[in-house]
C-alpha cells in the first residue's frame, strides 16, 4: 500500500507518548530531510508540553484523538507503552491515518494479527518499529553473507547477555509478566529472520533470576531455520561478567568455508581459508543520543529512515505489521516452548 503525499512540503509526523524514549525517537525523526515533526501527544499534559519545547515541536495534546483530529499528520508514531497499542492503531485506523508502532506490537499474537487485520481493512499502512536489525554493525554482517565471504551458513549463535540497569530508566519492564523476551528477543528473534530467514521450529528456556522482577530476564532460545541452519540466542540482564557491553550484541556465523563474527567494540571478522580480515564498524554517534545507548539510538534513525522510504513507495519498508507477525510468532512460540517444555514448531 503505497501512499501518495505530495513531496512540494514535508511529511508531518505526529508523536503518541512521550515517555523515555520519545525523547530519542522525536529527535531522530528531525535527522530526515524533509520530515517535520508536527506535533506530540501524552496523557500527562506537563510530559507532552516538555517534549514539545525540548525539540521545538509546534503542538502538543493531551487526548491522542484531538491530535489526529486537530493536527492531521500525514504519519502518527506510537510510543506508548505495549499494552495501549492496540487503542492507539484502532484510533489512527478510525481516522485513516498511517501508523508506525513501537515494538513490541501487541502483548499477544492474536491482539497483534487483529491489528494487523483491522489496518488492512480500512487500507492504512502499519509499520512496526523495530529499529535492532538497523545496526550499522549488523548490516555489515548482512553484506558479508550477502556477498556469500563464508558460504553456505550452517550454525549461528547471537548472544546479549548483560546487567545493565534497564529498569532505571525504564521502571514498567520491572511490572512485565513476559520481560526479556518480549522486550529484547523481540529484538534479537527479528535479527535472526533478517540475517537467517524464517525458522521451522524452536525450543526455548526462560528463567526469572532477579527476584525483584516480575518476568522472565533470562531466555535461551534455539531454532531450527527453513535452510537447515541451527540458530541459538541467548539473552540476559541477569549476567555479570567481566566487561559490560550494553546494548551490543554478539553474533558467531559459521560458514562452510569460513566465519563472520561480530565482536566487542563493533569488531567484524571476517576468517575464510586465506586468513582473518578485522574491520570497526562503529555507529554513528547523534549529539542527542544517550551515551548508554548510542548503538540503539543511532538505529532509529535507519528505521525511520526505511519506514518513510517505504511509505512514500520508494523502497521495501522492511518491518511491516505482517512482516513482524512472523517476529512475533518466535517470541510467543518461545513463551510457548518453554511453558510446554517442548519444541514448537511453525508453518512455512
Ligand atoms: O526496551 C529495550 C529496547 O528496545 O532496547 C533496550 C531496551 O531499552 C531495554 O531492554
Known amino acids: 500500500m503505497v501512499c501518495l503525499i505530495p513531496m512540494d512540503r514535508p511529511l508531518r509526523v505526529a508523536v503518541i507518548g512521550a515517555g523515555f524514549w520519545s525523547r530519542f525517537q522525536v529527535p531522530a525523526w528531525l535527522e530526515l530531510p524533509n520530515v517535520q515533526c508536527a506535533a506530540v501527544c501524552d496523557l500527562q499534559p506537563d510530559k507532552a508540553k516538555a517534549l514539545a519545547d525540548r525539540f521545538r515541536v509546534a503542538s502538543h495534546f493531551q487526548d491522542p484523538e484531538e491530535l489526529l483530529r486537530v493536527a492531521g499528520p500525514d504519519l502518527v508514531d506510537v510510543i506508548t507503552s505495549p499494552e495501549t497499542h492496540r ?6 485506523a478510525r481516522h485513516r491515518i498511517p501508523v508506525i508502532c513501537q515494538k513490541p506490537l501487541a502483548n499477544d499474537l492474536d491482539t497483534a494479527r487483529e491489528m494487523v487485520a483491522l489496518c488492512r481493512e480500512s487500507r ?84 526469572r533470576i532477579n527476584p525483584k522482577i516480575r518476568g522472565e530476564d533470562v531466555a535461551t532460545v534455539l531454532l531450527e531455520m527453513a535452510s537447515g541452519m541451527t540458530v541459538t540466542c541467548t539473552l540476559s540482564y541477569a549476567s555479570r561478567l567481566e566487561h559490560e557491553r550494553f546494548p551490543e550484541a554478539f553474533v558467531v556465523i559459521e560458514g562452510d568455508r569460513g566465519s563472520v563474527e561480530l565482536a566487542p567494540d563493533f569488531w ?44 512514500l513507495g520508494k523502497c521495501d519498508a522492511e518491518t511491516t505489521g505482517e512482516d513482524n507477525l512472523r517476529t512475533l510468532q518466535l517470541v510467543f512460540g518461545s513463551y510457548e516452548s518453554a511453558r510446554l517444555g517442548q519444541p514448537v514448531r511453525f508453518e512455512a
Open 124 to 207: 492504512i499502512p502499519l509499520f512496526v518499529h523495530e529499529n535492532w536489525r538497523w545496526q550499522r554493525p549488523l548490516r555489515e554482517v548482512k553484506k558479508a553473507l550477502d556477498a556469500n565471504l563464508i558460504g553456505k551458513p550452517f550454525r549461528a549463535r547471537i548472544d546479549f547477555n548483560s546487567s545493565f540497569p534497564v529498569f532505571d530508566n525504564q521502571p514498567f519492564l520491572r511490572e512485565l509478566d513476559r520481560f526479556i523476551l518480549s522486550d529484547m528477543g523481540v529484538h534479537i528473534l527479528d535479527v535472526v529472520r533478517f540475517l537467517f530467514g524464517e525458522a521451522d521450529w524452536l525450543i526455548a528456556r526462560i528463567q
Open 268 to 311: 567484524i571478522r571476517v576468517t575464510d581459508a586465506e586468513g582473518t580480515k578485522s574491520r570497526r564498524c562503529p555507529p554513528r554517534i547523534y549529539p542527542w543520543a544517550d551515551p548508554s545507548y548510542a548503538l540503539i539510538h543511532s538505529s532509529i534513525v535507519e528505521c525511520h529512515r526505511n519506514l518513510v522510504d517505504g511509505f
Open 87 to 92: 487503542d492507539m492503531v484502532a484510533l489512527a
